[in-house]
């Protein structure tokens, strides 16, 4: 009942299988394996898109991080939500790499509004040169609260963007949720939407640590690989990188781990609805459940050892008296339909 | 009619005859002029800290990412207001100045609560090694919308930021307008309640181009002058930035341009206060008024040659229908009665 | 006959078979995995140091920049053989990370002395706030050159950083190969003699990617967590780093593969010593060979698949006429006795 | 007998009058008065070049942070002389402004030859991604050590920076004493020589403290007023920067300043050639001089009240027996003949 995070989990046996497979011989270092152009080989086409670049980089916040370094001057500011990892979650990583640029904080919560982002935009550079200069916009895909944009939301912000000539970036760390949830194509949600560039996260859904970076127009490609290698993120014995994103990619695992993932998660919702004192915060859109439950419920749960986070407030507050309390579970490729069922079972009491 | 803001004047006679005196011989450079030693003693005796840092330089920014740097991690954020110049107006200096740190906006406006204070930092580092960790509380002493903590505003906030063990910078770019309206002493706006080191604005209030930064606690001072020349910020010639300085805090004139200043500001609002559609943001309690005018009212004194800012809505809007727009106006030490009393002249119609 | 690097060879089957042990169930993220407490009580074990803090990166480059990070201010200079690593093959990094300190080069080459670390140090700082303060001392344990510090010489460079209380990093991304060249414990080549923090290497020598850093002295260890999520260096899968070192240690595997690395590079000089136009930079001390060959010698390898560098010539200098080129052979512990001995009789011709 | 350094003098009285003039009323403030569009015409008319950008800052360091930030991306190198102001004196200013590029020691001194520099710039990039990558070229006018490069030589080191696509910065504290001794315009000595952008020292040669950075290709002005913002060097009344360096400019006073220091120098030289013991570094060419004297001069010069700096050595050297020791004596606008001969007065014995 293991629903604390989707990066606890072990990768998928084929992968790992992958990279014991790698493990012969020798390779070109820094990027030159033979695994590694078959992977850009397919990423380009998996996104229709032949001239992107790709990279590879160990974690989510290095993909993100060095993406966003790469697109905005460090006197810019990068709009994205509040909830956003690149805002809560990587210790200021974001304003390191950038050398210095800020984040502006767009609307509330986890998603973009078209609306709240224009308004945010436009409302910077009213100072000239006194305030900091428009920069990338930001949107995450699933978001931090497990919801997922639509193609449409996606192109609706994108050209919000666009129209300031701003460029799009996506953090997919759970790039994959969110197109099994979708049901598009991966072009459909990127570039053909207006993203400029992307991570495509491995980590979370059955590698062992391995993030894609997408780059659509390949012009600042080299400058990609020079941040890359002055961020320390360029691994000499690179091969095992390749070998997983390969495995990850070959035959739709990607997107398998993904179904599974999601509809672990929508299981866990059905058995949780309709539940007295249970509610959720919206409904479960891709591996991520956002749930109100009785304190009692609570208990029940992590005395049977159940392992989920509360939500915005301390573990201590569950053994206090009061209304239900929000918590996040989140499922992953290797979640037994079985440890679901068990869940609710207690849940139900 | 000038009003768009304090930085804009001329300097004080006093000041510039100090500057002209300056100018003979050779004398110590990077602050080894013999001015600067007298300024050190002045300032020490002045807030009654006779171990105080003391430092120059010739822009508010300077003095506030300078000090900010010396006192926060790259790893840390900075607790400060929305309308804080540090967040709107240094184009990213302190990100920059910091190598990296996050600003943490508390609250909304111009002027910290405890409360929201305490939640904002309570809110910080509930994500461990994820999030930001908490660091310095920056406040504005009078606010960027003219307004004045009190002491005992003060050492609320700096009780709170304490009860965490971080420390408060006070950005004092119009330090004497808030004192000559608290008439209180410096060291009871500061030290006493429990500021670490603040800036000291000459430049707004008839200086060329000065500021003090004050640490009462000198363990980082030799931190900091390694910080200033780093930033470029360290004259060569700097008995020109001492003799400024020198001059300002000579026989109180620094609070004379200040109460000039204030005084100027406040026969304004008397002068429109209840007109007509005209109404107050909050009242003034130093040099600033932001006040609510209709907009005939604005285009007749801008056709009067009247100059100041329209706030957070471009100049453009003027000649627009609707309702009384927020304008900003500034008075400094150079403002002549007779300006004001015009002003209003043209405001009364 | 791959001899490019040590960065390039297959991981020891035993590292490989404990990542895929590892991949069972679910396990603590970030660094809270079962297999990280168990490497450092054995990190701690083997250097003879209860208290020192552990930390695992994937690259060296991430250890060397790090650890430095937290060992420098921004304002400071680190002082290093003009072949270091962090100098040459980092792409600033250092630069980077320490917020913008400077490298010193001191002397010239792969190694420093004492004499000329001691001119180094003193040169600096005659300038007070003008230049940059005196930093760290950085060594690189084998050298860029294959060379091996003895105990000895290690404590007379620590003793000079200490004579001006300078810390002492030692960059140990072949760590293992000077300790089975030396034959003395970990702990007399490091904090016995002087040492504040190393980097403990596992990529070139057996492992997929990963390496220790260690601080002797856990005071700044906080820092450096935070330091590592900011860098976005801290993995969430952390268990896949920690198994590898794990069984790199486990057994004495880890000098095993030193021993093996170091014994193929011997018996490569062997077969190539006193060859007709041969000749060595120096006898080959752990797993790096550096020898003058015949520009015919090198066509004959090149064309018999032999893979190694030129060193400081560009590749297609070989084809031209001329002397002796200098070449870099580098032995892992993959590389079979028979590829070096094939290797040795082409190159006898 | 003032000669430490030209940045220790007073302001020359037409200087100081003119920022007596400028302090009236009021001007638009951040470089929108009125005095700096007449600079920026100037300056353009002086240099024959109607598209330059033209901004001013207070400090020589600034001046040339500012500009380099501007030309440089943070995984490149900077090739400069060892004896640079921005590698000795500038506490890591370059560095931490470029956002952690390198600077690259090219040959020996103070100046840089072709062959150095062409060797120098190709030895950098033959690690790929490993390395810092080629950034531009910033030259000394005059030199550390008071040399002057001529338009010859400037031509042939740009033309090498050019043969690599890279830029030329010069740094020109003190420019207006190398026209002086080199008797050409503005324009040969800079943009038709190849100098991308340079820094017009006012600060030691007759102003308070005040620098224009001069961009020949204005395509990268807006992100220099950015940087400058950013960097905290934007002043609010900027129109005494304007002053000063409008008085500066105005019919040729910066030119007979600058002639003026340059003849003390020559005269002090004359003074002192051919004493016995006495010998130059190499003949002065504009307004410093290198000269070895006896240790006996030296404190006969002391013991006078001469003021200058023994170079490379701490004081205290004066004291102990040894031959000649070398000194730095510089000349500026103030120093009067009769100092220069009372100099030469006491050394003649």
New interface residues.
Partial sequence: M?M??D?????H?KV?AA??RE????????GADAAMARVTATVRELFEAPEAAVYL??????A???ALATLT?????IFCAPAAHIH??????P?????????TLVGSGDKLTPEALEASIAGEE??G?????RGPVALTQTTELGRVYTVAEVEALCGVAKSYGLPVYLDGARFANALAALNCTPADMTWRAGVDALSLGG??NGC??VEAVIFFDPARAW?F???R?????????HR?LSAQMEAYLEDGLWLDCARTANSRCARLADGLRGLDGVSFLHDPQANALFARLPREMHRRLFAAGA?YHLW?V?DSEVEREGGPLLSRMVCDWSLPESAVDRFVGIARG
């Fill in positions: 293991f604390n995070s990066n606890a989990g072990p990768a046996p790992m990279v014991t493990n012969e011989g020798w390779q070109g270092s820094y980089v160990a974690t989510g916040t290095a993100n991080v060095l001057q460090p006197f810019q500011t809560e979650d990587e210790c200021n990583a304003e390191f790499y950038t050398g210095g640029a800020k984040l009213m100072r040169v006194h305030g900091p200069q980590t979370k062992l640590g400058e690989e020079l941040r290698k002055r961020g320390a993120h360029l691994f000499s014995k095992y392992e915005g301390p």
